[in-house]
């Protein structure tokens, strides 16, 4: 029996990934917040799910996490850890208080980073390890290789985690632990309805506001028409079992949009074209 670490279980791609490694035989430590949503969840999912109740920002409270997990384990390894929890604070940059663009980065960034490095031991990263290695599997975004106005502080967040995927995997060769990126493009999940109605808001008080109206259709559009949530569990399934996985798994859900245009065209002529979509302009 596999047994794997994901953060953030309560709802989207962690709960989904959650439901299909337990149909598939594993045993999963799943992270939340609310002492509810994880009484929930061990009732609905039986034995083969353990939860762990840490914010990703609270370095002692994952510390304690894997002291816990490690007593589960009762001497075997964790196969691995899926960085899933995450948050996106949109907005434009330039009205954007401190504060919130610190809260993305501690959460997209600096979080998986803490995770990993508290959880490798486990993963049989460490002198004399006994353990088999695992892997770390990074949920990003495309968002991670491109950057749309009023996602910014979200790119930079995700941009940030694609060079640690990168950082991690080639230090970790020592010990043959591998770190993957898995890199969706819009999907529709709780989240999409909590950053319109987010933007929403912000559009009250903006000089943008005209504009953040027009990233809402944009975001539902793209969203309604996005990467199904089985798609992206696939990959990430591919990522932790295959003998051979990809660096990173790019989950398109436009040619257009996530291909042609920001590969092929000028910069400056991108730029324009996006801010002719949104309104955006003198």
């Given amino acids: 029996m596999e047994h794997i670490l994901i953060t953030g279980v309560n709802s989207g791609v962690g709960l989904a990934?959650?439901?299909k490694l337990i149909q598939e035989g594993s045993f999963v430590f799943g992270s939340v917040r609310s002492k509810n949503q994880?009484?929930?969840?061990?009732t609905k999912f039986g034995k083969s799910f353990y939860p762990l109740y840490f914010d990703v920002t609270d370095e002692a409270a994952i510390s304690n996490a894997v002291q816990e997990v490690a007593k589960v384990l009762n001497g075997k390894s964790l196969n691995a850890l899926v960085n899933n929890a995450g948050v996106v604070v949109p907005g434009p940059l330039m009205e954007m208080p401190v504060s919130s663009?610190?809260?993305?980065?501690?959460?997209?960034?600096?979080?998986?980073?803490?995770?990993?490095?508290?959880?490798?031991?486990?993963?049989?990263?460490?002198?004399?390890?006994?353990?088999p290695p695992g892997r770390i599997i990074n949920v990003s975004s495309l968002s991670g290789v491109r950057t749309f106005p009023f996602l910014s502080a979200y790119s930079v967040s995700k941009h940030g985690l694609e060079a640690l995927t990168d950082g991690f995997r080639r230090e970790l060769s020592l010990y043959g632990v591998d770190v993957?990126?898995?890199?969706?493009?819009?999907?529709?999940?709780?989240?999409?309805?909590k950053i319109n109605d987010t933007v929403r808001e912000l559009a009250n008080r903006s000089v943008y506001r005209d504009s953040l109206l027009a990233f809402i259709r944009v975001n539902e559009k793209k969203a309604n028409s996005g990467v199904p949530m089985s798609k992206?569990?696939?990959?990430?399934?591919?990522?932790?079992?295959?003998?051979h996985p990809k660096t990173r798994y790019f989950l398109k859900s436009?040619?257009?949009?996530?291909?042609?245009?920001?590969?092929?065209?000028?910069?400056?002529?991108?730029?324009?074209?996006?801010?002719?979509?949104?309104?955006?302009h003198t």
């Fill in 17 to 19: 990934l959650t439901e």
């Fill in 38 to 42: 994880g009484a929930a969840l061990a």
């Fill in 101 to 131: 663009f610190r809260e993305q980065i501690e959460i997209n960034l600096i979080a998986p980073f803490l995770i990993s490095q508290k959880f490798l031991p486990l993963l049989g990263a460490a002198k004399d390890h006994k353990f």
């Fill in 180 to 193: 993957i990126s898995i890199l969706p493009g819009a999907i529709l999940t709780p989240l999409t309805d």
């Fill in 232 to 243: 992206v569990i696939a990959a990430i399934l591919h990522a932790l079992h295959s003998s």
């Fill in 254 to 280: 436009s040619f257009l949009t996530d291909t042609f245009l920001p590969k092929f065209l000028p910069t400056r002529i991108f730029d324009k074209l996006i801010s002719k979509a949104l309104g955006i």
